[in-house]
């Protein structure tokens, strides 16, 4: 069984452009996760999704952070303005309802803005 | 910011050593978790506590629930070179509610 899938693996972007990332969880997985891992910390929550509703967001910086989960399947997350500071890994999991032991990492985006 | 101090923030051990980490909170968790996340790769679970005083094993891992549900404990024996890596504690308060993560222990071993 595929695990979660992430897209793009790296990306180098200019600071002010715009980036999108891109998310598959395991099949079945109704609870879907962004958070973002700063160098030389651990994983920050920036948003939950319950099928394709946000139903924790009060971390994800609304003024250029979006994020959609069409179909309450795959989920994408956007920063527009990128800045300097947004360099990070940007990791979505998934899990079959809310039990974390039951939560599943993908790879990770790694963001570098310059 | 985050909440979780793991201590020590990174360990240099010789092949065969056992290995001591741990994480602290000044407040309350009532699930705690441990991680290992290798190069490029996403936190994998290791090890899962759902009650204070909790002692599990996970093969050559041991990790426990402090009585106090502000702290755990994680112990590797007999280190392998596989074994490099860095080692994430969490916390989740209560059933659905977000984990709160730790900065991490970074764990080289030499053949």
């Known amino acids: 069984e595929a695990g979660v899938v992430q897209s793009p693996r790296y990306k180098i972007i200019e600071k002010k452009q715009p980036v999108a990332f891109w998310c598959n969880p395991i099949?079945?997985?109704?609870?879907l996760y962004w958070y973002r891992q700063n160098l030389g910390q651990g994983p920050e929550l920036l948003i939950r999704?319950?099928?394709?509703?946000?139903?924790?967001d009060s971390q994800l910086p609304k003024d250029r952070f979006s994020a959609e989960r069409l179909k309450g399947v795959d989920s994408t997350l956007k920063i527009q303005p990128a800045e300097l500071g947004d360099s990070a890994v940007y990791l979505c999991?998934?899990?079959?309802?809310?039990?974390?032991?039951?939560?599943?990492f993908g790879s990770g985006t790694q963001l570098s803005v310059l | 910011g985050q909440q979780l101090n793991q201590s020590p923030q990174s360990m240099f051990i010789q092949e065969g050593e056992d290995v001591s980490m741990n994480c602290t909170s000044s407040?309350?968790?009532?699930?705690w978790l441990w991680y290992k996340q290798d190069p490029g790769e996403g936190p994998v679970l290791l090890i899962a506590?759902?009650?204070?005083?909790e002692l599990t094993s996970n093969g050559r891992l041991t990790a426990q629930f402090g009585i106090t549900r502000k702290d755990s404990f994680l112990n590797i024996s007999a280190s392998i070179p596989s074994d490099v890596g860095i080692y994430f504690c969490?916390?989740?308060?209560?059933?659905?509610?977000?984990?709160?993560f730790g900065g991490g222990t970074r764990l080289m071993v030499k053949p």
């Open positions: 999991a998934s899990s079959l309802g809310t039990g974390v032991e039951k939560l599943f």
């Open positions: 099949s079945g997985h109704n609870t």
């Open positions: 999704y319950e099928n394709e509703e946000a139903v924790d």
């Open positions: 407040s309350i968790f009532n699930t």
């Open positions: 506590l759902y009650k204070a005083g």
């Open positions: 969490a916390g989740q308060r209560n059933a659905g509610n977000m984990l709160t």
